[in-house]
Nanobody, 124 residues
Framework: VQLQASGGGLVQAGGSLSVSCAASGRIFSSSFAGWFRQAPGKEREFVAGIRWGNGLTYYSDSVKGRFTISRDKGTNMVYLQMNSLKPEDTAVYFC??????????????????WGQGTQVTVSS
């Protein structure tokens, strides 16, 4: 599976932005797709994830209620809609796929496939 993230950019605080991830190759119903982010000088952290088969979603506390992850099984796309953006959301955003969902989805090591990242900058 190869992943290609796109859609980042610059937005003012309080604004909205959407990032997308195109996946080539087969994604199975047992798979889990996630978005991570990494701000300068910080560790890469889990943001949101979705179970490919049943669509159950998971969010970090810092984005819950503001971000929405979705997927289109027909086109192998994963989306992250980001609303009410804050300057602390500024980071490079990465999409990732774990071939088999596990309860350790917060861990980077669980994911076999990664996209190249797309920059999201929120100005104050």
């Amino acid at each position: 599976v190869q992943l290609q993230a796109s859609g980042g950019g610059l937005v003012q605080a309080g604004g909205s932005l959407s990032v997308s991830c195109a996946a080539s190759g087969r994604i199975f119903s047992s798979s889990f797709a996630g978005w991570f982010r990494q701000a300068p000088g910080k560790e890469r952290e889990f943001v949101a994830g979705i179970r490919w088969g049943n669509g159950l979603t998971y969010y970090s506390d810092s984005v819950k209620g503001r971000f929405t992850i979705s997927r289109d099984k027909g086109t192998n796309m994963v989306y992250l809609q980001m609303n009410s953006l804050k300057p602390e959301d500024t980071a490079v955003y990465f999409c990732a796929v774990d071939r088999n969902y596990s309860e350790s989805y917060l861990l980077r090591s669980e994911y076999e496939y990664w996209g190249q990242g797309t920059q999201v900058t929120v100005s104050s």
